[in-house]
């Protein structure tokens, strides 16, 4: 029985895995087609979001059922809640760059409207905190998840700069006022995306320590 659910959990680690490389790779997309404001770009990552879903829901079931199968305790229980608390967190992230998809293809229509906000910094700090995250679960490497939970606060700096920069924008050209206010939700949508990443990086030191560190706990 013990080899059994622990060939199990085997399967749910590899499958959080790759829905975390997917979802990593939905990101870079993301990127690409703001840098590029390619509408193409963003219409492949809305097309492709029904996999991530399937994914999601596949590995959920598949937690539930080793649960309601073998009841674990201790390490084995901490590691199915910490999997379906990750699991929801890459499912969001990858929602989160179906937004921005969205975002870019309003804005695209408008060749005329240029960003007025630097979004490459922020988008590569969202973007290495996932990834930083995702190496953590893999190793269970506590300080790198305590390093993604101090890098949030950067990420939301930028987003205070770029409601400044865009706030004044719109006092300027209130004629371009729906372009202006997808530019600023882009920024929004990429500090979800480092929350979340900032969520796993918390699951992680729950599953290495059993410490619960949300709420700025750390």
């Known amino acids: 029985m013990a080899k059994h659910l622990q060939r199990e959990l085997e399967k749910i680690k590899k499958s959080i895995l790759s829905l975390g490389a997917l979802v ?5 997309l993301a990127i690409k087609s703001i840098e590029s404001r390619n509408a193409d770009i963003a219409e492949q990552i809305v097309s492709m979001d029904y996999e991530i879903d399937e994914m999601e829901v596949d590995i959920e079931e598949e937690c539930l059922k080793v649960l309601a199968l073998h009841q ?14 990750i699991n929801n967190d890459l499912e969001r992230i990858a929602d989160e760059t179906v937004n921005i998809a969205y975002r870019i293809k309003t804005i695209s229509k408008d060749k005329s409207c240029k960003f007025i906000f630097d979004y ?5 700090k969202a973007r290495n905190m996932l990834k930083m995250s995702l190496d953590a679960m893999v190793q269970l490497d506590t300080d790198a998840a305590f390093k993604v939970c101090l890098m949030d606060d950067d990420v939301d700096a930028f987003v205070r700069h770029a409601y400044e920069e865009l706030k004044s924008s719109i006092l300027q050209s209130p004629e371009n006022v ?10 929004r949508h990429i500090e979800r995306i480092a929350d979340h990443a ?8 729950y599953l290495t320590d059993g410490e619960i560190v949300r709420h700025g706990k750390f």
């Open 72 to 85: 674990p305790v201790a390490v084995d229980l901490r590691f199915l809640v910490g999997v379906i608390k």
């Open 120 to 124: 490459a910094v922020m988008a590569e």
């Open 178 to 187: 729906g372009v202006l206010i997808n530019m600023f939700l882009i920024s």
């Open 198 to 205: 900032t969520n796993i990086a918390e699951e992680v030191i």
């Open 24 to 28: 990593e790779d939905r990101v870079r």
